[in-house]
């Protein structure tokens, strides 16, 4: 069946897509930041750039340890429209509609290439239909969601608009090589030497770049040339700069176990645990895909019971088994059914570095990103094959063409509960019941009625107390729950319970020690100083004492540690010689970070141990290659020095 052109077809898809994904994701946008936006984006005061300078925007890419792409654009942002999160989320809705414009180009190459490789007579399937149709469905894909409206997930949708260019640029260059070798040799080398840092310094999965353009050249070219000479090419492209990069990546694999070990420290699970857990993940992540449900839909997925064994769950082995008979089946029906073996190894692969052996939680739903578009290429590419009857074939596109619309209508139901924060976190705890994260945050919201002061004090504050219970109980090193419900009952005027506070000190001496922690101990500390809690009814002192003999935290996360007691001995205590020794500890264990250099001046400035604080900013400006803090040193240097003349 032919799909007829006119002079509006070729601007159709973009338009759709457009007005599309406006109208289903529109809903959402006045949504407020969530988890990790709040450590990434509001508070980070690095990223909030006031001027178009060149130092502010180098600040604000590196102003965390990696993704200095993504970061930049955080700061773009905040420039623009400080931390309204509207504008933030309409940048990421803009990266995402070009990706799905993306998509519509890549699915467009893509089949150009399967057709032409001997697999279909061109004119036997609808090409423009078929990529119109993927790429609608990708955009409207309930599983992208978070991509979008979560925002901090920005750097995945920019990675993934790299990943798509070189996609793009590899299958043009592919098909342009034999007639036009010069032009598709630079499209080719394109992919692997430039969109693949991009992509990296976006989100490091962008490193997964080449290994998808191995799943196109093994699934859907073949191999397959005019010429030896091309052939050989393809060879050395592969060995030079997939196999030898890969084989690289193993070796330091192999050769640092202790890097990746080390980060399973602070998790609730060992690596085995992980590795056994996301075999179920992955046809989770197949299930979301294909049955995109709301209930099983959601921001949080920490209530996915961990697998300690192969047998623990059942599903474990079961997940297994059939994660391997699905790789032995695409390779044995690779000539018969080769957009299949695509579809599942393009998934696989798009799921290697987040769903194996990284010391990553175990489920996001943004994983999927582009993964998904593997299977929505092999269902698309299955419902618009034609049949000999004609009047089959229409029912299939009209199939087809519903089954966008669903999940159009899926997600606008979605986004409408992303429209505000209250109805976003009262979904995920009844969609979630068991999830630690889902429980808090609404708790969390009737724990901000209650600061910001009600009459109805009894009814908000059990709400609360409810959800707070709840996420204590789901998981036995999750602290946020015990951390909502002291405060809250300092914001109803309630007592705490000596209960919470002992069982916090527990968890955080004995348990994995999770990153929230940290601000949830400033918290406290902010509470402590404003005189709105007493350091007796919280026994902060011992919170603080608790959770820097933690035996799993992180050199990082206990610089962090120290100084916030530093800051509690400084401000509340009144020692700053304890307070200078907790600096140095944080030196100690973060020797690269230069604000705990600036900050130990500071406060031997105020000491007046004037040469110690010289020593300290001469070691800051030593160490601060990048010149991010060459203005906060020279003036503290001009301080000091007034001080001594």
């Known amino acids: 069946m032919q799909f007829r052109a006119n002079k509006l077809t070729p601007y159709i898809p973009f338009l759709l897509i457009i007005v599309a994904a406006y109208i289903v994701y529109a809903p959402g946008l006045p949504g407020g930041f969530v988890f990790d936006d709040i450590s990434n984006i509001t508070s980070n005061p690095m990223i909030a750039m006031t001027e178009l300078d060149w130092t502010e925007l180098k600040r604000a890419a590196f102003s965390m340890d990696s993704r200095p792409i993504s970061r930049a654009s955080f700061g773009l942002n905040h420039l623009a429209g400080g931390y309204d999160p509207y504008g933030y989320k309409l940048v990421n809705l803009i990266i995402h509609i070009i990706n799905g414009i993306l998509v519509f180009f890549f699915s467009k190459l893509l089949i150009n290439a399967f057709l032409n490789t001997g697999n279909k007579k ?7 239909l078929f990529a119109t149709l993927v790429a609608l469905a990708w955009t409207l894909h309930p599983i992208n969601l978070t991509n979008i409206l979560y925002v901090v997930q920005r750097m995945n949708s920019l990675s993934g608009m790299f990943v798509l260019a070189g996609l793009i640029s ?11 070798p010069r032009y598709g040799l630079l499209m080719m080398l394109a992919a692997p030497l430039l969109f693949t840092p991009l992509a990296y310094f976006s989100k490091e999965n962008g490193a997964l770049l080449p290994g998808m353009l191995l799943v196109i050249e093994a699934t859907i070219f073949r191999f397959q040339t005019h010429s030896k000479q091309t052939r050989k090419f393809l060879w050395v492209f592969f060995l030079l700069l997939v196999a030898v990069p890969a ?20 998790r609730p699970f060992t690596l085995g645990e992980r590795l056994l857990t996301e075999a179920r993940v992955i046809w989770l992540y197949v299930k979301m895909t294909l049955l995109p449900l709301p209930a099983s839909l959601g921001l949080f997925h920490d209530d996915i019971p961990l697998s300690t064994g192969i047998l623990s769950p059942i599903t474990t082995l079961l997940s297994i088994v059939s994660l391997l008979g699905s790789v032995v089946l695409a390779v044995i029906f690779r000539n018969r059914a ?24 175990i489920a996001f739903e943004h994983r999927n990103y582009l993964p998904s578009l593997g299977i929505i290429i092999v269902v698309f590419y299955y419902l ?12 299939k596109i009209y199939t087809a063409c519903t089954l966008v619309l669903v999940l159009a209508l899926l997600t606008y139901v979605r986004s409408t509960e992303w429209s505000s924060n209250a109805r976003l976190f009262i979904s995920e705890s009844f969609n979630h019941p068991l999830s630690p994260r889902a429980n808090y945050e609404t708790g969390k919201l009737y724990g901000q009625i209650l600061e910001r002061g009600t009459n109805e004090i ?11 219970l709840a996420a204590t109980k789901a998981r036995d090193n999750f ?18 319970n000596k209960q919470w506070v002992s069982e916090l000190q527990f968890r955080l001496e004995n348990k994995p020690f999770e990153k929230v922690n940290l601000l949830w101990l400033r918290s406290l500390y902010q509470c402590v100083l404003t005189n709105r809690c007493t350091q007796e009814e919280l026994e902060f002192e011992k919170l603080l004492q608790a959770s820097l003999r933690n035996s799993y935290i992180k050199n990082k996360e206990k610089g962090i540690l120290y100084i916030i007691t530093s800051d509690y001995l400084y401000n509340v205590k009144k020692s700053p010689e304890l307070a200078i020794q907790y600096t140095a500890n944080a030196i100690n264990t973060s020797p690269g970070n230069i604000q705990y250099r600036i900050r130990l001046a500071q406060l031997q400035l105020v000491a007046g141990k004037l040469d110690d604080a010289l020593l300290a900013l001469a070691e800051a400006s030593r160490r601060d290659e990048k010149e991010l803090y060459t203005q906060q040193i020279d003036l503290l240097n001009n301080r000091i020095n007034s001080v001594n003349r």
């Open 122 to 128: 061109s004119g036997d399937y609808p090409e423009y």
């Open 247 to 266: 084989l690289l990546a193993v070796y330091y694999i192999f050769t640092h176990p202790g890097r990746f070990h080390a980060g399973f420290s602070n």
């Open 338 to 361: 080769p957009i299949v073996t695509f579809g599942i190894f393009f998934f696989l692969v798009g799921h290697l570095m987040e769903s194996t052996f990284i010391p990553l939680e």
């Open 170 to 180: 590899y299958l043009s260059g592919r098909l342009s090589l034999e007639r036009r």
């Open 479 to 496: 602290t946020s729950g015990l951390f909502g419900l002291m405060l809250s009952s300092k914001d109803a005027g309630k007592e705490i």
């Open 458 to 468: 009894d009814k908000y504050y059990s709400k609360a107390a409810h959800y707070f």
């Open 384 to 395: 618009l094959l034609p049949v000999p009857r004609l009047q089959m074939t229409r029912i």
